[in-house]
């Protein structure tokens, strides 16, 4: 019988895909488990496994589409099997398996939930393979860490907690930004072009039209306050000079985006104000440092992955977890949850030599911090007993953007202060 593959959903609140790429031609054999087709969901590109053995009989998607959750992408049976009477006699079904080939290989399939019922519960995301084994153990779900794609519970999950029971670690709610009813969020307005104006067309890529729009809705949502510092990282060069080496020895690559996110997750926890969100009913505090770092993906736009709790990383650690997101994005191997629940981001503009800059908020949080390229200035250097000298230092400017409705000009500055004391001071 054919089998439609239905839109995976691949994390709460996610209700649409792009169809990137269709790795199967209409008329190839498609192998149970077998990669069939690329979706993008958060700017993340992931391979999505068919169900079932069989033949790719239709694409319902071409590539570059948008495609609803639950609705059908496309169709695997039997070669020569008519599809005629598909929808009326076959029940629809969503594959929640996993859409990547590196992760469980656990076939998943459920009834398609009703979009508009879903819960987001744990138990609204559970293979029948779990349900069983939970079942048999006697397990709540709600007692187990998920580890899968938009934190979904696997078999191995499920392992893991019977050789080791404990609560789960508490996660941080997802607070989205919802416009208000009479302030709807603005639409991506392009220009009109004349007929008879010289040019060439440009298509957008569903990356960037996410962009865009998200971009647009930050500059709606946010009042946004611009305040700078410069900052002499000459301390922070020298400990890297002398520890690089002894960094590399364990296959880390000891970068000055390590420094920066330590030093900023040393800072916030000095003022929590800075790791929230702005709510109809106050502002939230989270008690994670989640901190993203935007990282350039050539003409292909940017990705921000990010790194979970932060404040309990060491350097080494900081350092090693950047270069694992950074080269999984830059390969498009990041997974969904990856790049999901940020609290605060971090982005380097100075790489392509800006000394400062005034970066747009990744809502709903409430600020964002930009380091512009170090170059070497003449500065005035007073000692402690008071007398004055110029010397050369390396020295970067710092720029932090931040939401006013939350953050005063006062609170702003002391936190950016902090970073910069943290920078100049380490030991």
Known sequence: MATKLLAPRTGEGVEELTVTNWLKAVGDHVDEMESVVEIETDKVVTEYPSPVAGTLLRIDVPIGSIVK????????????????????NQPQTESKTEPSKAQSTETKIEEKPKVAQASGKKSDFLSPLVRKMLAEHKLD???ISGTGLGGRITKQDVEAYLKNPQPPSSKMPQIQPTPSQSHPAPAVVGATISADMPGTLIPHTPTRRQIAAHMVNSVATSPSVLTVMEVDMSRVLAHRKANKAKFAQDGVNLTLTAYFTFAITQAIADHRIVNASWTDEGIFTYNDVNLGMAVAMGSGGLIVPVIHQAQNLSLKGMAAKINDLADRARNKKLKPEEVRGGTFTLTNHGTGGSLFAMPIINQPQLGILGTGTMQKRAVVITDENGNDSIAIRPMVYLSYVFDHRAID??????FLMSVKKILENWE
């Open 141 to 143: 779900a709600a007692n």
């Open 409 to 414: 000009g006062e609170s702003g500055d002391n």
């Open 69 to 88: 959750v639950g609705d059908s992408m496309g169709i695997i049976g039997e070669a020569g099997e008519s599809l005629d009477n598909l929808d009326a």
